[in-house]
């Protein structure tokens, strides 16, 4: 029997999976679920006697083994040194394009973000880039992004880096580079695929009866509701709060 | 030689035009020197964010003072957006240059080296190159079918930001913030502010002085005790959240903007 578990539980644990492998993952400031989902893979292979993880938190003291400044991270890139790092956006679209820099025509944008921060860099140069967005609606998965921060694929360019997977609150896809499509992978439980259909804003490729995402194990909720969130508690401590706290509603 | 000036002095070299970098937020930030450049009200200035601002970047734009914004982002981080800047955006207060980080670094390390321009990979793809006509796209001469970007060195008139310590002799301490070297490099001048001066110099200890920024960069020093407030500086005090929080709430009207420098603008003069 699976015990019971929160939706961001699931997200952590799915996010370690999505990890698999790595032996450097890189999270961005303000990111602690994927910066959760980096810890949890790492504790677990401690705990099964696999391969390191190292993990640098941007904005962490303890994260964070970085001495060269803010450049390092991106020379760390570039030198194939990092396996790993989450993008998010505003707007995604089915070619995994990404926009966070605001919607209608620049520069005087009909809504603004904060701006571009390192994804077209990072987006070519690191080989498992997951999109992470726990919003899925019709306004953030959109059949063409009003504008491309960072690009999913650039036809004729070699390149190391790219869209891997793509995560929301309803669903997970990978990312097919060949064909440049998302592909339905899992629907978290209680979405549907009909409903992830309506909500998503572009076209992509699904099987007839796609599977539910799996949930965490005892094991693997033992270890995120001890340890995980223990670490988290240096750089996200409000995170680490509310986690303790679903931890306790999810127990009675 | 450095000098080491009042605040009020410090922010005095900056006029009218120039194009100023500032670091990020978690890097060391001169708030307290910003406060005095409003006081002063030099105009027009060029703004180039290393490689990101906040509250700095914010305040600066909602008093008018910028005409050109070079960044890859501006936002207050878990307060939210910086809304002085989106409200500056809507109404096109300002030229603006978009960037990705590591394009502003390159183009501060390009200045650096004295060469015109640093190639810089990924970026290939972004809508980014349509608007940064000063980005080109070359290829590599040294490889077969391998186009690559290339961003033009940046020279800021003034590297402006807050550290710990420095000694009397003009070096600065900035530890592992590696580009507040580069950006002292990069510039034709530098003003710091410090929580502290010392009397012993830093470059005297082998094992910290590889942290020094040396004072043939520095030009002027004034101290401002909690000078990166209500941000934080690296290994001395964390940022004020509630007051930054505080602020993200008071300057989404300009009236409420305006509220909140003035009090801001009264705690610095007392402070000094």
Known sequence: MTPAYSSRELLIATIADLLDGVRHVAVGASSPIPAAGAMLLRARNEANGRDDVRIS???????????????????????????????G???????????????????????????????????????RVILFREEHTRRVLVDKVDFVSA???????????????????????????????????????????????????????????????????AATLAVLRGRVTQELAETYSQFAAMLLGERDAQQT | MTEVVSLERLARQIRSGMKIAVPADYCGVAMAATAAIIAHRPENLHLVCVPVSGMQGDMLIGEGLVGTLETSAVTLGEAGGAPRF????????????????????????????GVPFLPIRGILGSDLLETRTDWR???????????????????????????PEADRFGN??????????????AAKATLVTVERLSDT?????????????????????????????????????????????????????????????DTFARRWREAA
Not at chain 1, 65 to 83: H, K, M, P, S, Y
Not at chain 2, 86 to 113: E, Y
């Open chain 1, 89 to 127: 956006g505003g707007q995604i679209d089915g070619q995994a394009n990404i926009n966070l820099l605001g919607t209608g025509s620049y520069p005087r944008n009909d809504v603004r973000w904060p701006g571009c921060f390192g994804s077209a860099f990072l987006y070519f140069l690191v080989p």
């Open chain 2, 86 to 113: 989106v409200d500056g955006v809507r109404t096109g207060a300002f030229h603006l240059m978009d960037a990705t980080c590591p394009a502003i670094h390159s183009g501060l390390i390009a200045a650096q080296k």
């Open chain 2, 201 to 261: 110099s830093l470059l005297r200890d082998e094992s910290s002085a590889a942290g020094v920024l040396p004072a043939l960069y520095v030009d002027r020093i004034a101290v401002a005790a909690r000078g990166a407030w209500p941000l934080g500086l690296w290994g001395e005090y964390p940022p004020d959240n509630a007051e930054i929080a505080r602020y993200a709430a008071m300057a989404r009207t300009p009236e409420g903007f305006g509220a909140y420098m």
């Open chain 1, 57 to 87: 938190i941007l904005g962490s003291q303890q994260h964070n083994f970085f001495t060269n400044g803010g450049v390092e991270l991106f020379d760390c890139a570039a030198q194939g040194r990092i396996d790993a790092f989450f993008l």
């Open chain 2, 137 to 163: 796209i070359i290829d590599n001469p040294f490889a077969e079918n391998d186009p690559i970007v290339i961003v033009p060195a940046i020279h800021p008139d003034i590297a402006l930001f807050h550290a």
């Open chain 2, 172 to 185: 600065v301490r900035v530890g592992r913030r590696r580009e507040l070297l580069t950006m002292a490099h």
């Open chain 1, 151 to 217: 690009a999913g694929m650039t036809k004729g360019v070699v390149r190391r880096g790219g869209p891997y997977a793509l995560l929301t609150n309803r669903a997970l896809f990978s990312f097919d580079r060949t064909r440049g499509r998302f592909v339905l992978r899992s629907l978290h439980r209680r979405s549907t695929a009909a409903e992830v259909r309506a909500n998503t804003g572009f076209d992509y490729d699904s099987p007839a009866d796609p599977p539910p995402t799996p949930g965490p194990d």
